[in-house]
Each structure stands twice: as structure tokens, then as C-alpha cells.
């Protein structure tokens, strides 16, 4: 396990930045005492802040090349929205190891829980020239298991897969929140060609327990450009688009952050998300065009919180 056990004195001290909360008719009855309802909400009090502070601890034992991407990514502010604690399921869209399964084996704890998902080998097969060779997606939830099962240490989350379209039965109702990170465009984009957003919206909602979270952060196209210009294509999609998407499959928008959003990029009808770093993928051998879009810095993302109706 990477990070260190927080001791008794830390819960001390933070057991006192939570106030209490009023109590319901059914803590207020004769048979407790004023002193025992104190002591309860303290304790109550003292689990959150502890939870956040294990997360800053992950956070600060990643890589150097991991931290770099903090101040585009910010995974505390992002995680913290999202509402995830130790102990929960967590599914990961497109895992990676330290994006976001890495941090997560580390924070959730031996009591909880990180499941890889990835597109379907059907989707997989839109991809065009990056689509990857015929059958190399057929094994990759025991495939992926297998490596992360690598990445776990003492302590650490236990780990599982599937590939939407084709989420297992004994996931269904199991999961406190699903990872959508940058992930939504492709969904988005194929969907005239196969259902593929609306199969992977009631995949969440199938796997979710009632009342969890699907936590997107998504490249923001800007409302006034082109439909098709911002149908994923291009890495962006509207913030109104998957509003509606994730409301049509059932869910309720619960939340938005402006924790990621970047005022700086502005893309225009003829740009594309990979212009921008850590890609760079126009700039090729002009150090002033890198230049360019380093100074505008990673796109522009919307972070939204659904909820499963409980």
C-alpha cells in the first residue's frame, strides 16, 4: 500500500471541521442524552475529511510525470466532486495505470473496489486506421484483470473488467460510481452507427446501485459551433448534448463543476482536442505551434455529476 494510515490524533483534529447536523425526531428521543448525540456526530464528522486526506497522500506518492498533469486533471478536486470514498466500487472507463486505476487500488482500500471497462470490439472496429487488429479485444476484461492484478500492493482495491455491451449480471446494482474521463466523445460519435451511447448509458445505469454516480469530465465543445463539427469526431462534444443523453437514459443531473473547465481554448470549426497537449499533434516540427498550444494548455472539460434515481 502506498500511502501511510492516518493516526488517532489526525482524526482528532479533524472531528472538529464538520459541524453537526440537526437530529432527526428519531435521534432526539428521551433514551439519549445531549453528551452520546455529540459524540455521534463527531465521529460521523471525522470520516470525511480523513478520506480526503488518504486521497491527498495517493496523490502525492504518484510519479513526477503523473503530478505534471495535476494542474490540468486536478484528480483531488475531480475525485472529490464525484463523492468517491474508500471502501466504494468504482468502475474506470479506459483504464489506465495511474489514470484513473492506479489511484484508485491506492485510495480505495482493501474494501473496496476497481472495475476496468472498455469499449466493445464492435465499437473498437469504428476506430478506422486506430482500430486494433481483428480479435485483439476478444479476452480483454481477463486480459486487463490479469495486468492490474500487477499494479495492486498489499492493502490495496481488489479489480475486475468488462467491455460495454456486455456488462456481466452479478455487476448489476453493485457499483457506487462509474468513471467516465474523456471517454464520452467516442460513445457520442458512433452512436448513429450502432446505438453505442445509449447501450453504454443504460450499461451504467444497469450496473449502478440506486442512487450512484456516473462522473463525466469531458473535452467541452463550445455551444455555438457545428453539430457535426462537435459530434465527437473531433474530441469535443457539447455540454448540452450529454446533458440530454444521460437525462434520456433515466438519470438526473445531480451537479457541475467548473473545476476543469480552460477559458483558453477556444476551438474553432476547423480544430481538433489533439492539437492541444500532451498530444501535440499539429504541431510536428514547428516549435512555435507548440509553443501556441502549450500556452493554451489542455482543452476545455465539463465535469458532471448523474445520479441514479434512488
Not at 460510481?177 to 444497469?206: C, P, T, W
Not at 462537435?230 to 438526473?252: L, M, P
Amino acid at each position: 500500500m502506498k500511502y501511510l494510515l492516518m493516526g488517532a490524533t489526525a482524526l482528532a483534529l479533524v472531528a472538529c471541521s464538520q459541524e453537526n447536523q440537526a437530529p432527526s425526531a428519531e435521534e432526539t428521543t428521551p433514551t439519549k442524552t445531549a453528551g452520546t448525540e455529540m459524540a455521534v456526530d463527531e465521529t460521523d464528522a471525522a470520516k470525511e475529511p480523513t478520506a480526503w486526506e488518504r486521497l491527498d497522500t495517493v496523490l502525492a506518492a504518484q510519479t513526477d510525470d503523473a503530478k505534471a498533469r495535476y494542474q490540468y486533471r486536478h484528480p483531488a478536486e475531480t475525485l472529490k466532486f464525484f463523492g468517491i470514498k474508500p471502501g466504494m466500487t468504482v468502475v474506470d472507463t479506459l483504464p489506465g495505470e495511474v489514470w484513473y486505476t492506479g489511484i484508485l487500488l491506492d485510495y480505495l482500500g482493501e474494501d473496496g473496489k476497481v472495475i476496468g471497462a472498455d469499449y466493445s470490439p464492435e465499437m473498437w472496429s469504428l476506430f478506422g486506421s486506430f482500430a486494433p487488429p481483428e480479435g485483439a479485444k476478444a479476452n480483454w476484461a481477463a486480459e486487463w484483470t490479469e495486468k492490474a492484478e500487477g499494479w495492486r500492493d498489499e492493502g490495496d482495491a481488489a479489480v475486475g473488467a468488462f467491455a460495454f455491451g456486455s456488462v456481466p449480471d452479478d455487476m448489476a446494482g453493485t457499483v457506487d460510481v462509474v468513471l467516465q474521463i474523456r471517454s464520452m466523445h467516442h460513445f457520442n460519435r458512433f452512436e448513429d452507427q450502432g446505438g453505442y451511447r445509449s447501450q453504454a448509458i443504460a450499461d451504467m445505469y444497469k450496473l449502478l446501485k440506486p442512487g450512484g454516480i456516473v462522473g463525466v469530465v469531458q473535452h467541452r465543445a463550445p455551444e455555438s459551433n457545428d453539430d457535426a463539427w462537435a459530434n465527437g469526431d473531433n474530441g469535443y462534444v457539447k455540454q448540452s448534448a450529454i446533458v440530454a443523453a444521460f437525462e434520456a437514459g433515466g438519470f438526473e443531473l445531480a451537479d457541475q463543476s467548473e473545476i476543469n473547465a480552460n477559458p483558453k481554448d477556444q476551438p474553432t470549426e476547423s480544430d481538433f482536442v489533439w492539437r492541444l497537449p500532451p498530444t501535440l499533434a499539429t504541431s510536428g516540427d514547428d516549435p512555435e505551434a507548440a509553443a501556441a498550444a502549450i500556452a493554451i494548455g489542455e482543452s476545455d472539460r465539463m465535469t458532471l455529476k448523474f445520479k441514479k434515481p434512488e
